[in-house]
């Protein structure tokens, strides 16, 4: 008889404490899957971010480094640095990435360093009790965006695909969704194609997921993906953005 | 073996390399520029790591990251820059990474000016970032020191997995002394158990310093505590001169040590019964030996180029037992004999 | 504790520690000239310490290095008064001349200098540093080593063979410079005279 499902070596078999609905379990896997399918698990070193994936070390079935918020690329970037033959990615929120952690972001990317950026945006800060993020959409209610976000108080959603595109040190953008197996799909093929990247030589790849927080957007897991599909998407086009030959 | 005429922040640098540092991470800042330019030049020469990193706070983060695969790394600034290193000081403390920091100190607050300060002994002694932790504080005093305490900086945070700070100056940063380049003799290896190199044939492992469950973070302070008490059982260091017969006591760090030691040769050689106490580990502070040169009929004079921070601990050393008087310049002066052999007329 | 005062303080100090500072404008060489003296200094096994002015003025502002020469272990290498002064313009010698010891040496650039020391306490020696450096030996560049050489003649510190045989360290790497250099120091050494 053919096995067609097996486990993921690069997960381990602790249950995920996310939240039910929530997007990161099933980007765990497809970063789980990407490394194991490419071979890379033994020499994997991923960086945790501060934020609702923060206790990745205890889901990934590798090593993995916690870092200050907003850190991991500099942390990636020591890492890489001394240890080239080692694949090293970052897994970051919108808080951690293109808030207190854009500078680290920026300079990364545009130093073109050989590592993976897996970005996690769902347009608010999950763990600390959805609090206004900068990806967080026009109007969108957060914890500290009560009457909604207002461009004139509180600026524009950041479009870290777009802003990043003219960088000359990136390889590789792409900015995908995990709202239906479609998008999964889609998702994961561009999740292995950063890890390729880096296992190529290519420089700095990352891709965006369009993730969906139904706890803290006050929202059914349903409704939370018919959001992403309805009105996250129209904020945040999904796409290749840089792809470098 | 010859002398060599080299600036401080160099000898630093040809320190860590002998001790076998892998990787330099900084951001230039007056006035230890020369730092990072020396070791943008050596590293590559050598098939290391030198990268400029954006900010103060990536470097340090890069260090972490760097420290974290079980390489021996670096990284140097001076005070405002160390203020932003702070967090990431934090981490590898709660992360039991070891690391050598360069504070090549400059006036404050704020940015001060470039001259030489010793104005940040309350946050490298005292802990600058946040939680309950210590960190080894070595204070050279030569061009010498900056490269022997560079060498002991790499050898002790290896052994206890933390960081060790160099509290240099600006002045022992900028001047130039003859040196021996002394032959650095590898440490035994510790326990490598925690490197991050990939987990092959075994599992896996995580560096971390966020420990949510029941009582784990309390176990974790309280271990790195006895790693503390370790440190200040073992590694304490303080030299002293002529305190015998001494009648008044210099006790001072870094550069003003040296100030030190001469105002204390010149009044010794007019007859006068002065001796001196040099701190060179800051933390763990050598309070015991302070305490047994306090006895009756001495004063202390604690010298440093701050507005007393260093005094404070010589008073609970001392505790009472003699009159510890103190003589500062605060960010912007520098310590002199003239002014030091004034004060000491005084007492 | 009886008291000591700071001249008796000053005369035990002037026995065995020598402190030049070496003053000019920025690009004139203060900072090598000083550099060469103190390796001068390591070659006759004595101690010594050497300390810019450090910062923003890289070029066309004012710079000096401050170089302490002893026979023991040395103090501060940053000091408020000096056993001599090589002054290479005008702005370096008023400010610097107050802060000169009695019985300083004096070395002035009369070539950009135009005044003479008012001060009677101290030894004063006028070279014309960059006329040399420019007639004789075509590089105007090595006006700081004629103005040392003078300082070794004057104040005997230190030997002429050790501040050469310091050029062929510091110029080890660029050895063509090292007969220009040494020439520099000769011809400042051969022209000193107190007056």
């Known amino acids: ?245 | ?347 | 504790m009886s008291k000591l005062s700071l001249s008796a303080f000053t005369r035990i100090k002037n026995n065995m520690q020598t402190e030049l500072i070496i003053a000019g404008s920025g690009g004139q060489g203060v900072l090598f000239a000083g550099t060469l003296l103190a390796q001068a200094a390591v070659e006759e096994n004595k101690e010594t310490t050497w300390f810019p002015s450090y910062g923003a003025e890289i070029r066309g502002g004012t710079a000096n290095s401050t170089v302490v020469v002893s026979d023991e272990e040395i103090g501060s290498p940053v000091v408020n008064s000096f056993s001599a002064l090589i002054a290479l313009n005008e702005q370096s010698l008023d400010k610097f001349l107050p802060k000169a010891k009695p019985g300083a040496v004096i070395i002035v650039n009369s070539s950009l200098v135009n005044k003479k020391v008012d001060r009677s306490d101290v030894k004063a020696y006028y070279v014309p540093a960059s006329e040399i450096a420019d007639k004789q030996i075509n590089d105007i560049r090595a006006a700081n080593l004629v103005a040392l050489g003078a300082y070794l003649k004057a104040s005997g510190i230190l030997k002429l063979s050790s501040a050469k045989q310091a050029c062929d360290i510091l110029f080890a790497e660029r050895a063509k410079l090292i007969p220009l250099n040494q020439q520099a120091l000769e011809l400042g050494y051969n022209s000193c005279r107190q007056g």
């Not at chain 1, 959603?157 to 799909?185: D, F, H, T």
């Not at chain 1, 880096?198 to 139904?214: A, I, T, W």
């Not at chain 2, 001494?246 to 870094?254: L, P, Q, R, S, T």
């Open chain 2, 1 to 347: 073996m010859k002398k060599t005429l080299m600036k401080g922040n160099i000898a630093l640098c040809e320190g860590a390399i002998a001790a076998g540092c892998k990787a330099y991470f900084g951001y230039p800042i007056t006035p230890q520029n020369e730092v990072p330019a020396h070791m943008s030049k050596r590293m590559p020469e050598l098939g290391l790591v030198f990268l400029q990193a954006e900010s103060e706070v990536a470097a340090i983060n890069m260090v972490l990251g760097a420290s974290a695969t079980g390489v021996r790394v670096m990284t140097s600034s001076s005070s405002p820059g160390v203020s932003l290193k702070q967090e990431g000081i934090s981490y590898l403390v709660g992360c039991e990474l070891p690391a050598v920091i360069v504070n090549v100190q400059r006036g404050g607050p704020g940015l001060g000016n470039i001259s030489g300060s010793q104005a940040d002994y309350f946050q490298a002694t005292k802990g600058g970032g946040h939680g309950d932790y210590r960190m080894i504080v070595l204070a050279p005093s030569s061009v010498q020191d900056m490269y022997d305490h560079t060498m002991l900086a790499f050898d002790l945070a290896d052994k206890y997995r933390t960081p060790v700070m160099l509290l240099a100056d600006g002045v022992v940063g900028q001047m130039m002394e003859p040196l021996m380049l002394n032959k650095y003799i590898p440490a035994a290896t510790g326990d490598r158990s925690w490197v991050l190199d990939g987990a092959r044939g075994r599992e896996p492992r995580s560096v971390k310093s966020l420990l949510m469950a029941e009582g784990a973070l309390e176990r974790h302070n309280l271990e790195l505590r006895k790693k503390f008490d370790l440190i200040e059982a073992n590694e304490t260091r303080i030299e002293t001169k002529n305190t015998d017969d001494a009648e008044i006591i210099i006790v001072a760090f870094g550069i003003s040590a040296r100030v030190a030691y001469s105002t204390m040769r010149a009044l010794r050689a007019a007859g006068k019964k002065i001796g001196v106490a040099r701190p060179v580990t800051l933390w763990p502070f050598p309070q015991k030996t302070i305490s047994e040169l306090a006895k009756p009929g001495r004063k202390f004079l604690v010298a440093e180029m701050n507005m007393g921070q260093m005094v404070e601990d010589v008073r609970l050393a001392v505790n009472g037992k003699c009159p510890v008087e103190f003589y500062g310049r605060p960010g912007g002066g520098l310590v002199n004999q003239e002014e030091m052999i004034e004060r000491i007329n005084k007492m």
């Open chain 1, 1 to 245: 008889m053919k096995k067609i499902l097996s486990k993921t070596e690069s997960l381990k078999a602790t249950p995920h404490l996310y939240c039910p609905g929530c997007g990161h379990g099933i980007i765990h896997r497809l970063v789980a899957e990407s490394i194991d399918e490419l071979g890379l698990r033994e020499k994997t070193i991923g960086i945790a971010p501060v934020g609702c994936a923060v206790f990745a070390y205890d889901y990934f079935n590798f090593d993995v480094s916690e870092a200050p918020h907003g850190r991991p690329p500099a942390v990636a970037t020591g890492i890489k640095r001394v240890r080239p033959d080692k694949i090293v990615f970052t897994y970051q929120g919108d808080g951690d990435l293109a808030a207190i952690g854009t500078a680290e972001t920026i300079h990364a990317a545009n130093r073109g360093e050989n590592i993976t950026v897996i970005f996690v945006n769902n347009a608010n800060y999950g763990m600390t009790g959805g609090q206004m993020a900068p990806t967080t959409l026009i109007g969108q209610k957060t914890a500290t965006s009560p009457y909604g976000r207002d461009p004139k108080r509180e600026g524009y959603p950041m479009k870290v695909c777009e802003l990043l595109s003219s960088l000359e040190g990136v390889a590789y953008l792409e900015r995908v969704s995990v709202s239906n197996p479609k998008n999964i799909i889609s998702a994961k093929r561009a999740i292995k194609k950063a890890f390729q990247n880096q296992v190529d030589g290519k420089g700095f790849s990352l891709v965006e997921v369009l993730s969906q927080c139904p706890v803290d957007w006050g929202m059914t897991p349903q409704n939370s993906i018919k959001w992403v599909e309805d009105v996250f998407v129209k904020a945040f086009p999904l796409g290749v953005y840089k792809d470098k030959k």
